[in-house]
């Protein structure tokens, strides 16, 4: 083996390492390795890895980043339709070698729901109700963080030994001592119903959610 043979090896495998140094990272979702993007939310992209230039160039087939200078972390926000579904994103080094190329699935986002705690919307046991603390805003089927802060929401028996109980008001996501009064006096078939469920997104806006309602089984 020639010493030109040698050198051309040893650079392909010294690109090769580098580019499997490389990662790139949705810290917005619960997996960061997931590899999916979200539509019409700020996907927090971090490259994970190490480079001598210290300073990286990102393209994307399909968010609004093109090129653009790509330290630890950036905002990443795409504008989707219903006909793309992936997005390839390619990093660079400084030199606009390539580091990294990542092909992330691209997801719209579902209707956010309301749970009580880990309990599913329907039936429900009265144990189940004095165990409870406090409630959850979801989005089916959908990796990113929680996206939502409970402002407020209102608590309303439909029961029939709970006359003396007026619709309960609660601050923020748990559940007030009040709440927990009302529970003896719930009977199979009775009804609670959370509504008027106020939240906070993280584009800072607020917005009500749909109510939802239990069953005492």
Known sequence: MNIQRLIIILLFSTF??????????????IFPDSAVLYVGVDNRLKIEGTDSSKQYYVHSSYGNLKESAFRNFNTFYLYGNKYNYRDTIIVYNSK??????????????????????SIPVG????????????????????????MFDILSFNVTFDCKKCDGFSVISNIGSFLSPQ??????????GDKVIFEEIKVKGVDGLSRKLPSITYTIK
């Not at 580091?99 to 729901?113: G, H, K, M």
């Not at 709440?179 to 006096?185: D, L, V």
């Open 16 to 29: 090769g390492n580098l580019f499997s140094q490389i990662r790139i990272l949705n810290q917005s979702l």
């Open 96 to 117: 606009m070698q390539k580091l990294a190329e990542q092909i992330f699935r691209v997801d719209f986002i579902n209707n956010p729901v309301t749970v009580l705690d």
């Open 123 to 146: 039936l429900i046991t009265k144990n189940q109700l004095l165990k409870a603390q406090r409630l959850y805003v979801i989005i089916p089927n959908c990796l990113l963080r929680s």
């Open 179 to 188: 709440f927990y009064k009302a529970i003896p006096y719930l009977t199979f």
